[in-house]
């Protein structure tokens, strides 16, 4: 069957670095997508790994390495507004989004 | 309108009852999609469309029905409604079914169902 995993819920503090972390199994693998979304609104676009390595946009960089079928996401300097679910998705050989369940991030000042 | 748009916003509904929800799109996006999202498990795909005219079933696609007559508009229906269907549902775009294209998500329906 196909499955994302990540955690339920991370905490970090204000000004720190986290690193959330997402390990897929699915039909085939079109790329990974995070995305970010704040209690009670939609989801929106964080980033889109294929091929393995680091992408770095700004405070966010996600990692990916497809042999192991593992990748995450790294924020820089935690502001509050960080606070938020983060959603790790995984394109399949039908190119279906399959959706983790979502990391609830919890930053403290 | 700018982006995609989703309505109502919110609805308690009598079991048994009908019920559309609507999501148009502006960006003229070629793909669509229904999801909902419930505490605990990630976003489920109930149904999509690659393009005006076709549809096609997700994860989750019992007791649920979608059209799509042109580019813009994707409603999802709900014959007859029953508990088990209380969800948050958000409908997205991207610009094509295939590839790596983002989604693009509107603001949601939250719905009730007694």
């Known amino acids: 069957g196909q499955n994302i995993d990540q955690p339920t819920e991370m905490t970090a503090t204000e000004g720190a670095i986290v690193q959330i972390n997402c390990t897929y199994q699915?039909?085939?693998?079109?790329?990974l997508f995070w995305y970010q979304q704040h209690a009670g609104e939609a989801p929106t676009f964080l980033s889109y790994n294929v091929l393995d390595g680091l992408e770095e946009k700004g405070r966010f960089s996600s990692f990916l390495s497809r042999s192991k079928g593992y990748s995450y996401l790294l924020l820089k300097e935690l502001q509050m507004k960080d606070s938020a679910s983060y959603l790790c998705a995984a394109l399949d050989s039908n190119y279906q989004l399959i959706w983790g369940a979502g990391t609830k991030l919890i930053i403290k000042p | 309108i700018a982006g995609i748009t989703q309505a109502p916003t919110s609805q308690i509904l009598a079991a048994g009852r009908r019920m559309t929800l609507r999501c148009t799109q502006d960006m003229r996006h070629n793909a669509m999609y229904w999801y909902r999202q419930d505490l605990g498990l990630g976003l489920r795909l109930i149904h999509y469309s690659n393009t005006a005219g076709t549809t096609g079933k997700g994860e989750v696609p019992d007791g649920y029905s979608v059209s799509r007559a042109n580019t813009d508009d994707f409603p999802l229906t709900l014959a007859s409604a029953v508990p088990s269907q209380t969800s948050v549902y958000f409908c997205?775009?991207?610009?094509?079914?295939?590839?790596?294209?983002?989604?693009?998500f509107g603001p949601g329906t939250r719905l009730t169902v007694l």
């Open positions: 699915t039909s085939g693998f079109n790329g």
């Open positions: 997205a775009s991207s610009d094509s079914s295939g590839g790596a294209n983002e989604q693009f």
